[in-house]
């Protein structure tokens, strides 16, 4: 049989490729071949994502020597972190989720309101013309992680630059990207120096008093990478879905026009949202298998890298009725957007605050609010992590 190329081309907006619903009836586990001429396996159906997502065989440290390279050019190396498995992996997150809890998330649903009605006091203020992704999005995401870091907003821009530079697939030499990471470690580095100086009640100050308590439960290389971690997952993934979450529902008038209809559904709808929208840079949750597994009959072998679609698997018509139909009217939607098992996104309480927050302020704020410009040529940004509109021009009727 002829070996597949991937990733596979998408066909249209938020249309996945033809190719995986084939694989989803035929062959739910494949091996394909990537960009870079090395060789992984696509796991495509809902069961069998969230069998590897909770399968501890399946490791997140895919920086091994005989790991696949996924992406040309891309240093993934930089990209690693120092406790991406257990017993790691579950000493830092239990240090760390305190502060991600779905109680806590919901103590700063004000501050993050503030937020959200400040932006759109000035997007209001303009000339009825906005870009979304520019104006709310970028700085709720980020302010709001920065906020939670007690990180000083003249700093919010410097971090987004280099940011901006190290994630970027296509827009940056290899140089670049290497040099934004060093960076963004010693832009961590400054920022734990200064709450150890002057500690505050936010979550970098509890993690340096953890780092420097006579247990040692913290290291100074988990501590920078955990800084890495949350404010480039925090803000990057955030951003995307914000876009997308908004782009979907110009794209379907219907669907915005009942929401718009009936705002008290957002909450609801967001998980129809983050099912068929929460697109992912275009290939998939990497994992290594660290001993040979089977999975939907076929044995994942020892040291093979393996993808995980999760938008394959939230289309599979095995767990959703008409997967292919976006309706925010739609219940029981148990996706995979989010991951699942011990490394299920620990920062999914505080993007949905954010995304039901921003979308609700949208719809109330800008009556008629509509793209100047076609769905479909709408510019995407394609990070290592995320892919999402990069502009969402917009503009609205006077109130």
Not at 208 to 237: F, N, P, Q, W
Not at 319 to 335: I, K, L, W
Not at 370 to 379: S, Y
């Amino acid at each position: 049989m002829t070996t597949l190329d991937y990733p596979f081309t998408r066909p249209g907006l938020f249309d996945l490729p033809a190719e995986f619903a084939w694989l989803r009836d035929e062959q739910p586990v494949v091996r394909v071949r990537v960009a870079t001429g090395d060789h992984v396996w696509l796991v495509t159906r809902y069961d069998d994502v969230r069998a590897v997502f909770g399968d501890r065989r399946f490791s997140r440290n895919i920086f091994r020597p005989d790991a696949a390279r996924l992406i040309p050019g891309v240093p993934t190396r930089q990209v690693s972190s120092p406790f991406v498995d257990p017993p790691a992996h579950t000493r830092w997150r239990r240090l760390v989720s305190r502060a991600f809890t779905p109680r806590h998330v919901e103590s700063m649903r004000l501050r993050v309101q503030d937020i959200v009605d400040g932006l759109l006091d000035d997007i209001v203020a303009g000339t009825r013309r906005a870009d979304l992704v520019e104006a709310l999005a970028y700085p709720l995401s980020i302010s709001v992680i920065c906020e939670l870091f007690g990180i000083d907003a003249a700093d919010h821009e410097p971090f987004r630059k280099l940011a901006d530079t190290g994630l970027t697939i296509n827009d940056a030499t290899e140089a670049e990207k290497g040099a934004a990471f060093a960076a963004m470690a010693q832009f961590s580095a400054d920022l734990i120096a200064a709450k150890r100086r002057v500690p505050g009640d936010d979550l970098l100050s509890g993690l340096v008093a953890v780092h420097d308590g006579e247990d040692g439960r913290l290291s100074t290389e988990e501590l920078i990478a955990t800084i890495l971690a949350m404010l480039i997952g925090g803000y990057e993934s955030t951003v995307a879905q914000i876009g997308k979450a908004l782009l979907v529902l110009f794209a379907h008038p219907d669907q915005l026009a009942a929401l718009r209809a009936e705002p008290a559904r957002i909450p609801q709808a967001l998980d129809e949202i983050l099912r068929y929208a929460s697109l992912d840079s275009g290939f998939g949750s990497p994992r290594y298998a660290t001993e040979d597994v089977e999975v939907g009959g076929v044995t994942i072998p020892k040291g093979a890298t393996v993808l995980v679609i999760r938008q394959s698997a939230d289309r599979d018509p095995r767990r959703f009725t008409d997967p292919e139909r976006f309706d925010v009217t739609r219940e029981g939607t148990q996706h995979t957007a989010f991951g699942h098992g011990p490394h299920r996104c620990l920062g999914a309480a505080l993007a949905r605050l954010e995304l039901e927050l921003a979308l609700a302020a949208v719809l109330d704020r800008l009556p008629g609010v509509r793209l100047t410009v076609a769905p479909v040529d709408v510019p995407w940004d394609f990070r290592i992590t995320a892919a999402g509109p990069a502009t969402l021009p917009v503009t609205w009727e006077r109130a």
